[in-house]
């Protein structure tokens, strides 16, 4: 099992950019592939990106291809999400998760991930 926290999150300026950070605890971490997710008031959880447990293959939600990139570093235990070209439509709670997904296809439900972190808040002013 593992233990997620994420960090990061606050104000930024239409147009900018942010980096979050989800510190994971446990001696396994290198075993999940790790995903971010959003959720906005009234909104259901949306998958932002997703990494494999080597790093070396990512997934990306429609609406961030292209601004967002995940990226992780099993020696630090870390994950992250740099986010350019921030927009309003970004605002919302951002969620860290561990999947315990056979290697394969990176899950894109929120079923399908195992453990959660607490969330960050990301609030884009236009």
């Known amino acids: 099992q593992v233990q997620l926290v994420e960090s990061g999150g606050g104000l930024v300026q239409a147009g900018g950019s942010l980096r979050l950070s989800c510190a994971a605890s446990g001696r396994t971490f290198s075993r999940y592939t790790m995903g971010w997710f959003r959720q906005a008031p009234g909104k259901e959880r949306e998958f932002v990106a997703g990494?494999?447990?080597?790093?070396?293959?990512?997934y990306y939600g429609d609406s961030v291809k292209g601004r967002f990139a995940i990226s992780r570093d099993n020696a630090k235990n870390t994950v992250y999400l740099q986010m350019n070209s921030l927009s309003r439509e970004d605002t919302a709670v951002f969620y860290c998760?561990?999947?315990?997904?056979?290697?394969?296809?990176?899950?894109?439900?929120?079923?399908?991930?195992?453990?959660w972190g607490q969330g960050t808040q990301v609030t884009v002013s236009s």
């Open positions: 990494i494999t447990r080597s790093g070396t293959s990512t």
């Open positions: 998760a561990a999947s315990t997904t056979s290697l394969g296809v990176i899950p894109t439900r929120a079923i399908q991930y195992d453990y």
